[in-house]
């Protein structure tokens, strides 16, 4: 089997085709972030808490090949119940793909999924980063590059604490990732509320997020937009305590020789057993408090309001949930007035490479074009001979402009 195989869930599929807001969701967590059952109860508390907040989850994996976006129940029990699944990164789903095998998707990997996909959200816990000793190891997640290149928002309360914070915020700016504070100034570091360390700019609402995401496309910038979301304050650990338990799991890594891809797992499983669950109910309260952020500025892309209000638990109700995404052409606005080059509707017939896309077309994938398990060259394919790729070539030819299909009419 060599050609890649991808299936949205028939609720994903659906949202997407509608212009409803979806938030992408990682299956690491699941699979070697938390204990079972803690973990399937957690993965699916989130995607309730996405719904509630008017938006649709798409939790991504890899399942016998197939990249799936959107997990039934027994998907999730699966991910949930395999503490042996590899957690895949980028580089991983080739092989994956190619062999027939399964894996649980990081930061890096589900954005490039969701990406592919045309979700515009997705919320995490905390994002990788640089680890600490990087100069001699070079341990760098791929994380990071996946967000200089995709271009997508990316809620998380920072990054892990056990990294190398300011080497963390230094790739970042290098590689030119927004780095948003929501309601602060500084950098949030995971369990703790500060790093102390400044981010580039600091928002207030979903809208703000949004319309920064909308800047970047229409400015033809790949790559994300980090909102960094700190941890409620009622559940945020206190630092020194904190500070006690990382050093003594630093120094179970270095004894048992721990190295690569496996740091991070082994890094919080021994805050979970040194803190006594503190840092894993945290972890839990974080995510949740991320997955209502993601809802609402997936709402504020496709043209709704933040909260759902007068609309169903899925965010189905009230008719607003099935109204497209607001549409114009390329030429609406006027260079040099922000207000209508980045307004706060969704962007006027701009790609994620700032390219016009037909005025007339949807914005989304057709749901023909989304149907069953076909495969994402023939997804995808599809999609762009209906015309919205903005003349752009097509996933499956070489060098698909910064790994997204773009074209997404805003
Ligand atoms: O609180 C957590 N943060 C991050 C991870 C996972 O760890 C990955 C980073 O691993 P690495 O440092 O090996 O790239 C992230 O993408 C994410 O999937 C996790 O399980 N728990
Ligand atoms: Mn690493």
Request: glycine share 14%; aromatic share 4%; with cysteine.
């Amino acid at each position: 089997m060599t050609t890649p195989h991808f299936h949205l869930g028939d609720e994903v599929r659906d949202a997407l085709s509608r212009g409803r807001p979806v938030v992408a969701l990682e299956s690491t967590i699941i699979a070697h972030g938390f204990p079972y059952p803690d973990n399937l109860e957690m993965a699916l508390a989130v995607e309730e808490e996405v719904r509630r907040a008017g938006a649709v989850p798409a939790t991504v994996a890899v399942l016998d090949g197939c990249l799936r976006v959107g997990l039934s129940r027994a998907e999730l029990e699966r991910v949930a119940r395999s503490p042996d699944l590899p957690k895949a990164s980028i580089r991983d789903l080739p092989v994956l793909c190619a062999l027939g095998r399964s894996a649980a998707t990081t930061v890096a990997s589900t954005a490039q999924v969701a990406a592919w996909a045309g979700i515009d959200v997705f919320v995490t816990g905390g994002i990788g980063g640089v680890h600490r000793g990087w100069e001699q190891t070079l341990d760098i997640s791929a994380d990071l590059p996946a967000l200089a290149r995709l271009s997508l928002v990316v809620v998380s309360a920072g990054a892990k604490t056990v990294l190398d914070m300011a080497a963390t915020l230094e790739y970042l700016e290098t590689h030119g990732v927004t780095v948003l504070g929501y309601g602060t100034e500084v950098f949030p570091g995971f369990y703790l509320r500060s790093t102390g360390l400044p981010v580039d700019a600091r928002i207030d609402s979903p809208a703000e997020a949004a319309a920064v995401l909308r800047a970047r496309r229409a400015l033809g910038l790949p790559g994300a937009v980090l909102v960094a979301n700190p941890i409620p304050p009622d559940d945020a650990l206190d630092e020194g305590e904190f500070n006690g338990w990382l050093a003594q799991a630093e120094a179970d890594l270095a004894a048992e020789g721990v190295k690569g891809k496996a740091v991070t797992p082994f890094l919080l499983a021994r805050l979970h057993a040194l803190s006594g669950g503190r840092t894993v109910a945290a972890n839990r309260a974080l995510v949740m408090n991320n997955a209502r952020l993601g809802a609402a500025i997936a709402r504020c892309l496709v043209g709704l309001s933040a909260e759902p209000e007068g609309e169903g638990p899925d965010g189905g109700g009230g008719g607003l949930a099935g109204k497209p995404p607001a549409r114009g052409n390329a030429s609406a606005g006027q260079p040099g007035s922000p207000d209508q080059v980045f307004p706060d509707e969704p962007a006027p017939g701009l790609t994620a490479g700032g390219a016009a896309v037909p005025a007339e077309g949807p914005s989304r994938p057709p749901a023909e074009a989304l149907a069953g398990g076909g495969t994402v060259a023939a997804l995808f394919r599809r999609w762009w001979a209906l015309g919205h790729d903005g003349g752009r070539s097509a996933m499956g030819a070489p060098a698909a402009p910064g790994g997204s299909p773009g074209g997404r009419g805003r």
